[in-house]
Each structure stands twice: as C-alpha cells, then as structure tokens.
C-alpha cells in the first residue's frame, strides 16, 4: 500500500497536476473518512451539501465511466448523491490554480462551477441553505460548523456573508406550484457567485467527455 504522499506523486506523474495544497491540508486533519454518518458534527467527516469526498488512493484508482470516451484533463476529487463527478480542470488553470468543474456522469458537457476548491466549498454552503428540508436548527448548526472548521480558510467577506445567512428568518415562498423553504433564494446565490466567485471561466460549458466516434 503506497503513502499518501507517494499516491500524491502518482497522480501528478499521470495527470500532470499537483493536488491542492486545500485538499491536502483536509485529509490530514482526517476530514474525508467516511464513517457512515449521515452530518459531520460529532465525527471528523466534513459532510457538504452534495460533495462525498475522494481519498487521495480512490483518485488515483478510480474508474470513470466509458473510460474509453473521457478526456483525460480532469482528475476527480468528489462526486455528488447522483453520480456525478467534482474534478479540477488543470486546462482552465489561472494563476496555477486550476477551477473546479462538475462533470455529469450521463453527459458529455461539464461546467465550471467555482475558481477553487474554496470557492466551490463556499457556494455548496450558499446551496445548502436553499432549501429546509429538516430542522430548522439542524440546518443552522450546519452551517455553524462549516464556519468554525472551513471559514477561518475563506475571506472575511465569505464568512461574514454565511453568518449573515445563518442568522436570517426563515422564508417561505412558492416556486411554480411548490411551497419553499430557505434562508436564501435561487436568485440571491446566482449574485452573490457572480459578486464572490466571477473569474472569466465561471459557468463556462466544455465538452468533458469525448465523443466515442471521435
């Protein structure tokens, strides 16, 4: 069984990408073991919205679907409940940072979803609290944990922003004919993304997938 630093090395040998410092930091304070529980607090797992965390050795040994059609600039890091893949792109790099890109498991388009692994950590909060789903409190003490353990990470602008959500009354309004729950709006995230978040690739569609007959 290689160490963690030698699968590190392997994988910037096969996909010429060092991993992020971030990610790095992260699975030394132990925080992507997975021990079944469902939230983070009480365990060392830091649960997000819709991103289950890779060990760095299922990186290196993961398996994409059609493997055959896959481009090979992205390395994967995290995928959502449904399937789908959180990779950076080394290819969009700016400044040597390489965005983070989601990469459906049944599509050949990705997106650019944030410019870094904080930056799409930060707006997986801003997701989070869309929707109540569960107890009010449960949701508040959520995002009180990603504060205390991610935010002394992020700028001071972020974390200011989060609290303030997580302070908010609960708001209730209809989207179509269903009645919603949230601290925020759909229409809130997509500002505060572009005020937070915008570099010149955000959003950016790309193919991730090659076609077969290509």
């Not at 997701?127 to 001071?156: C, H, M, S």
Request: hydrophobic share 35%; with cysteine.
């Amino acid at each position: 069984m290689p160490t963690t630093d030698q699968v590190y090395q392997l994988i910037q040998k096969r996909d010429a990408f060092e991993v992020p410092k971030e990610y790095r930091e992260m699975h030394e304070k132990g925080w992507f073991a997975a021990d079944g529980s469902y939230k983070s607090r009480g365990t060392k797992y830091l649960w997000m919205n819709d991103m289950e965390w890779l060990e760095p050795l299922q990186i290196l040994e993961l398996h994409f679907p059609f493997p055959e059609s896959r481009n090979n600039d992205f390395v994967p890091f995290a995928m959502t409940a449904g399937g789908d893949y959180w990779c950076w792109y080394p290819a969009f790099s700016e400044n040597g940072v390489a965005p983070v890109a989601q990469c459906p498991h049944d599509s050949i388009i990705g997106e650019i979803y944030a410019p870094h692994l904080y930056g799409a950590m930060y707006r997986q909060a801003l997701e989070y609290a869309k929707f109540v789903d569960e107890e009010e409190d449960e949701v508040r003490a959520q995002i009180k944990d990603w504060l205390q353990r991610t935010g002394p990470n992020w700028p001071p602008s972020w974390q200011h922003q989060i609290q303030e959500i997580s302070r908010r009354p609960l708001q209730i309004w209809r989207v179509r004919n269903h009645v919603v729950k949230g601290l925020i709006t759909e229409e809130e995230i997509k500002s505060i993304v572009q005020r937070d978040l915008s570099f010149s690739r955000l959003g950016q569609e790309f193919k991730w997938m090659a076609e077969i007959d290509e």
